[in-house]
């Protein structure tokens, strides 16, 4: 990676690839009358110019086996309509990417444009709807909880809060894009896509599916993959096309997904509104919220897990560490002309964190209870655990309140007030934000949202070598996570060998065994703990052998430091890799050990297990300017036995730049006619080291009796508490104007007219004195 | 994101340049730093016939002060500007070194020049503002030798400029030396092209301001001198209460348009704080006269 | 008729003929002529940084530059940051502070920082971050990358006080 040696997909070196670029629609919303390729053709250097129909109007559909959901095709290629700005029509293939592109500019689609849906609001009127199969546009509506009670217990409330809440629709925008490499190996009668993907095996289901090929004929290759966010844990239609394109023509075909391509045309996240009623008694504790959910996902249901994923983990895990009395939650996911959405970093508890703490902050200003005391009053506390809330769910051992606690306290202690309160400059505020999130998701979880692929499992091999190495495998899928060192770090624990000697080994469906990838907060966790059970496994193999040539029972063996040694007998020992050279190549010397080699397998399927955690931010707020600036964050997280701290805070602060990100920065914005406003890294604003602030991390290490190592997962929580901290705390430096802002990003002219619409006399005598 | 094809061309003195402009007539497009022209190749914004690169061209780098004119040679970087420390500098155009800071990030200043820049044409770009705020005269160099533009006429429009087919920027004067000036930008992120900019300048002569200008970026096609805020502040006393009149006068003038970034209200207000702050900046930096009167 | 020019570059110390089409870029350049993949691209429009190279040493954007312009001069990239196996005091901070994830952003960040170190600077913190603020990570949050910088700029600082002793 320092060394630039790192292999990226585009980095795979293959000479003879050609190159994809893909027309794509210029209008959100439209009928295809003609596409025209002939000029493109003849264009020196172009090998193909391929349409759907080319390819057999292949496409993917993800099903949700529900009633109340509606399966709807994506097609790999748009062949009778347009659904948003940047759906791909055409592939253009030819030599470089630089023909490609140049042919594409010769490519001619007539489209009749119709009207586009962009909002809930735009349905109402629509004369046409994005999918014939959903008039109403509408593709899962599920009242997830309901409680015939709530209504009077919320009519009885001494103070009732109708809120509405809404978050920005965002892009993943690793650093890398999207992108693969596809070529048809002759030889094994089999298709190898190196692709930048976090789940390979799905990538290898979708693309045999959508080819009609065996799935045995399609390899699936994640090289170092550049970021994924979510972004990459769903299958992208441009992917399977070259894969298409590479079986049928039988060339090695490349694309590589630009800048514009990636903010324009991939999958997009989080464009939500939340709809609340909730009532509270004058204590400020919650007796009951109504959750009204409309999550917009765009043209298509992402494939495999489909537009299911954000309403439904919105209206199940709404409540978080609070005890909310009663609870209905109706959630729905409605089709529009924009991008389709896939699961993003957090998957909608970014959005009902920011729900909740909004709804506790607006209710501690009414009823005039400190923010962190309302928050006290409302969490579920240690002595409650295992807590099962009106959600369904049992919440396992938590450090919720200490949590909140420690936090505050560390808040205090860094002198934040003060820094809050000092002198008559600059609006500042502090947010503080509770809570937690359900990790590592397994196949019980999973089960319940009845998605035709139910992913949550994984199995891990491991296998010691001659020479004592080790290599594990994993059906995970890391990019950028430290797999490489805690994998290591598990398995050598257990093996007794330094964790130099092990390598982890995956991304490769014909290396390892059927797995789920990377995300959703799981691999140290689930690829983790398969690996642990599979290293527990080999270790008793070692022993077994360690005891026949020490002569000693396998009980009594003990493996450490490289060696193993007879408990309470203090020598030199056996070095490990001895009996690893012994098992292979003297095995007839062995009784005891009829296995032969060395190699088990693990496998973990956990229930799921909640991390929590408490934010704070300190932001400063310009009157003058509208701008926003985060000072200073302060996290405490408990994310059970931490393996390695510098991987767990890196994820931390990597997740918290995101969500300042969603917070204060990014946003993809449409025209009214639905074009794309922010197709560039100029618009689309990914904060830089001036907008990020240096994030302490402390931690709380409840070990969680249900996973192998103890730990829980924690990929997402930074991205999952900081736009609620953010929100918080510009708020609360807005205090004096009685102004309140329910939505992410908030934007500088966001701010001027809360400012406004505050004390307005006392506004301009303050901005006087910027 | 690749450009479409063009021919290259490098030119190794002005009056190449020149050649080759007439030669290959109007498609042709000059390639200094390449930091607007080329993202804009990339995204097939811009297809120009051919290039002609005026990096190897000599002589066109450097920082020359000339009596009360600062000359700025069009192929000198804006970082070279950033760090220049000189009494030619200093001395009445220490905004140029101040403000080149807001210049996009490090690679970009080391890269872009300033003759670029003003041939670009960009109406929140610090180089057209300074050459506003500076009543910068703009040196061209034609088929029929050189002329010399007025800022104040340079700047038609939006990406536009006075230069003729076949003419190239060789120069930029900067004029009216002052002590006090700045210049000040809001961008949300770091680096970005402002959602709105403002300038000042003037002295500051028996406690009355003299000499003043001002000029606005972000709110019109091209730089926008607000003539009624400057004889507001002009004979004035340097005060608090004379900035935040001159903010208001700026302010009011802000047409509205079409906003990508934010409302018009917004922009008259973000006017306003830059145009104010940007006299306060000024009035300190310039002057050794401490705190400025009038301040709550 | 494909407009092409015979250059020649020196990247990393060794010198490269190649026959290029004009419109190629420095960083296609460098990948697909040379096979010097570790400039990578992520946003071919000069805001990333992903690509960054030094040029003659001082910092551009590859996206930016095409091959055609480095023509007789002096290219650095990722690949000449290390001596044989040994990495670079800069390569090793990184490493050191977790500045990296997933490492596609990591040498348009090291080739950044090796500019801005070029020159001496103070070590200080405020200052690194406005650098480090030219390109984008996604992975870090940025702490570990200023953090990294920072300490080598104060290490080559040191190290050049008492090698002028």
């Not at chain 1, 894969?243 to 324009?264: F, Y």
């Not at chain 1, 998605?451 to 001659?466: E, K, L, N, W």
Request: include cysteine; hydrophobic fraction near 40%; aromatic fraction near 6%.
């Amino acid at each position: 990676m320092l060394r630039g040696a790192a292999r990226f997909v585009d980095d795979v070196p293959h000479p003879h690839a050609c190159h994809v670029a893909f027309v794509r629609s210029p209008v959100a919303a439209g009928r295809i009358t003609e596409i025209g390729t002939a000029d493109a053709r003849s264009v020196p250097g172009v090998l193909a110019v391929i349409t759907s129909e080319d390819l057999g109007h292949p496409a993917l559909t993800a099903v949700l086996e529900r009633a109340e959901f509606v399966p709807t095709a994506m097609p790999l290629l748009a062949h009778d309509r347009v659904r948003y700005v940047g759906e791909p029509i055409v592939a253009v293939v030819a030599e470089t990417r630089y023909i490609a592109e140049d042919a594409a500019e010769h490519v001619w689609c007539e489209i009749a444009e119709t009207d586009p849906v962009l909002s809930l609001a735009d349905l109402a009127g629509a004369a046409t709807s994005v999918h014939a199969e959903a008039p109403d546009g509408v593709l899962v509506d599920l009242q997830m909880f309901t409680d015939e009670l709530l209504g009077d217990a919320l009519a009885g409330a001494p103070l009732v809060l109708e809120e509405t809440f809404r978050s920005g629709r965002v892009a993943a925008a690793p650093i890398e894009a999207r992108g693969c490499l596809a070529e048809w190996q002759a030889r094994d009668e089999q298709l190898v896509l190196q692709v930048s993907t976090q789940v390979p095996h799905q990538v290898r289901t979708g693309v045999a599916s959508a080819l009609g090929i065996a799935e045995r004929q399609v390899r699936v290759i994640a090289p170092d993959v550049g970021g994924g966010f979510g972004l990459k844990c769903v299958v992208g239609r441009e992917e399977v096309v070259a894969a298409a394109i590479a079986a049928m023509l039988r060339v090695p075909v490349r694309w590589s997904e630009d800048r514009q391509e990636n903010l324009t045309a991939a999958f997009h996240g989080h464009e939500q509104e939340y709809r609340i009623r909730a009532g509270f008694d004058s204590d400020g504790r919650f007796v009951g919220v109504d959750a009204d959910i409309v999550c917009n996902i765009g043209a298509y249901s992402a494939y495999p897990f489909s537009c299911g994923v954000e309403p439904l983990m919105a209206a199940t895990e709404l409540p978080g560490v609070y005890k909310v009395g009663r609870y209905a939650a109706r959630a729905r996911g409605f089709a529009t002309n924009k991008p389709p959405t896939a699961p993003y970093r957090g998957v909608s508890r970014p959005q009902v964190v920011l729900v909740m703490e909004r709804l506790l902050d607006k209710a501690a200003r009414r009823l005039g209870i400190g923010r962190v005391e309302i928050r006290r009053r409302n969490t579920i506390g240690r002595h409650e655990f295992p807590y099962t809330g009106p959600n369904g769910i049992t919440y396992e051992l938590g450090s919720y309140v200490e949590a909140l606690d420690r936090c505050a306290a560390e808040v205090r202690h860094a002198g934040w007030w003060e820094r809050r309160d000092a002198g008559d400059g600059p609006l500042r505020g502090i947010g503080i934000v509770n809570f937690s999130e359900r990790t590592a998701y397994g196949t019980a979880t999973m089960g319940l949202r009845r998605m035709q692929m139910t992913p949550g499992f994984d199995v891990s091999h491991v296998r010691m070598d001659p020479s004592g190495d080790v290599v594990v495998t994993s059906g995970t899928c890391g990019h950028g996570q430290g797999h490489e060192t805690t994998f290591a770090q598990i398995v050598a624990d257990r093996l007794g060998v330094h964790p130099e000697r092990v390598k982890l080994r995956q991304g490769d469906t014909d290396l390892t065994s059927f797995g789920w990838g990377t995300w959703g907060s799981r691999s140290l966790v689930i690829g983790g703990g398969s690996a642990a059970v599979a290293s527990r496994r080999l270790a008793d193999q070692l022993k077994v052998v360690a005891a026949e040539l020490l002569e000693a029972g396998p009980g009594d063996i003990e493996l450490a430091d490289g060696h193993a040694r007879v408990r309470g007998v203090r020598d030199a020992g056996l070095p490990i890799d001895e009996i690893a050279a012994t098992v292979h190549f003297r095995s007839h010397t062995l009784t005891q050990h009829e296995d032969r080699l060395l190699e088990a397998r693990g496998v973990t399927d956990p229930p799921g297990m909640f991390s929590n955690a408490t934010h704070a931010a300190l932001v400063e707020v310009d009157r003058g300017t509208g701008g926003t600036r985060v000072l200073d964050y302060l996290v405490v997280e408990d994310c059970g036995v931490v393996v390695n701290p510098t991987v767990v805070d890196g994820q931390v602060r990597g997740g918290v730049a995101q969500g300042i990100a969603a917070a204060l920065y990014e946003e993809l914005i449409y025209s009214p006619e639905g074009q794309p406003l922010a197709g560039t890294f100029m618009d689309y604003l990914v904060p830089t080291a001036s907008e990020i602030p240096p994030v302490t991390v402390h931690h709380i290490e409840t070990p969680c009796d249900l996973t192998e190592t103890g730990a829980k997962g924690m990929g997402e929580g930074g991205t999952i508490g900081a736009p609620a901290a953010v929100l918080a705390a510009v708020n609360d430096a807005l205090r004096e104007y009685d102004a309140e802002i329910d939505h992410i990003p908030v934007r500088p002219a966001d701010v001027v007219r809360a400012l406004r619409r505050g004390d307005a006399a006392d506004a301009v005598r303050q901005e006087e004195t910027a | 994101m690749k450009p479409a094809p063009f021919e290259y061309h490098r030119a190794y003195t002005p009056q190449e340049v020149v050649e080759l402009l007439r030669e290959l007539g109007e498609d042709a497009k000059i390639l200094a730093g390449g930091q607007s022209l080329v993202p804009m190749m990339n995204f097939r914004l811009a297809h120009p016939a051919a290039l002609i690169d005026i990096n190897p061209v000599s002589g066109l780098d450097y920082i020359r002060r000339e009596g009360d004119e600062l000359r700025v040679g069009a192929l000198t970087r804006h970082r070279s500007v950033e760090i220049s420390r000189g009494a030619e500098v200093r001395d009445g155009f220490a905004v140029l070194p101040r403000a080149a800071r807001w210049i996009g990030h490090y690679p970009i200043r080391s890269r872009g020049t300033v003759g670029g820049s003003i041939a670009h044409s960009d109406p929140t770009a610090e180089w057209c503002l300074l050459a506003r705020l500076h009543d910068a005269e703009i040196v061209v160099l034609g088929e029929h030798g050189t002329r010399t533009v007025p800022s104040e006429e340079w700047f038609t429009g939006f990406l536009t400029t006075a230069a003729l087919p076949g003419e190239m920027v060789i120069e930029t004067r900067f004029r009216r030396p002052r002590r006090c000036a700045a210049l000040l930008e809001y961008a949300r992120r770091r680096g970005d092209f402002a959602i709105a900019a403002a300038g000042v300048a003037f002295d500051v002569v028996d406690d009355r301001c003299q000499d003043v200008t001002i000029v606005l970026g972000g709110v019109a096609g091209r730089p926008l001198r607000v003539p009624e805020a400057e004889a507001h502040v002009q004979g004035a006393e340097p005060a608090e209460s004379t900035w935040a009149e001159a903010a208001r006068i700026a302010a009011a003038s802000v047409e509205p348009g079409a906003e990508a970034d934010g409302d018009h209200d917004y922009r008259r207000h973000l006017v306003g704080t830059l145009t104010r702050r940007a006299f306060r900046e000024a009035y300190e930096t310039g002057t050794d006269a401490g705190p400025v009167r009038g301040v709550a | 008729m494909k407009d092409q020019h015979l250059v020649t570059l020196n990247v990393n110390g060794s010198e490269h003929e190649l026959v290029l089409e004009s419109r190629r870029t420095l960083a296609d350049t460098l990948r697909q002529d040379l096979g010097l993949t570790g400039t990578h691209l992520g946003c071919e429009h000069g805001i990333c940084g992903a690509c960054t190279v030094l040029l003659d040493g001082e910092p551009v954007r590859a996206c930016l530059v095409f091959g055609v312009q480095a023509d007789g001069h002096e290219v650095r990239t990722v690949e000449g940051l290390a001596r044989g196996d040994e990495l670079n005091d800069l390569q090793q901070a990184f490493s050191r502070h977790h500045g990296l994830q997933c490492g596609f952003c990591t040498p348009g960040f090291l080739m950044l920082a090796e500019a801005y170190l070029s020159t001496g600077p103070e070590a200080d913190p405020d200052e690194v971050r406005e650098v480090v603020s030219a390109n984008l990570c996604r992975c870090t949050g940025y702490q570990g990358i200023v953090e990294a910088v920072t300490e080598v700029a104060a290490e080559r600082r040191g190290e050049a006080k008492t090698a002028h002793d």
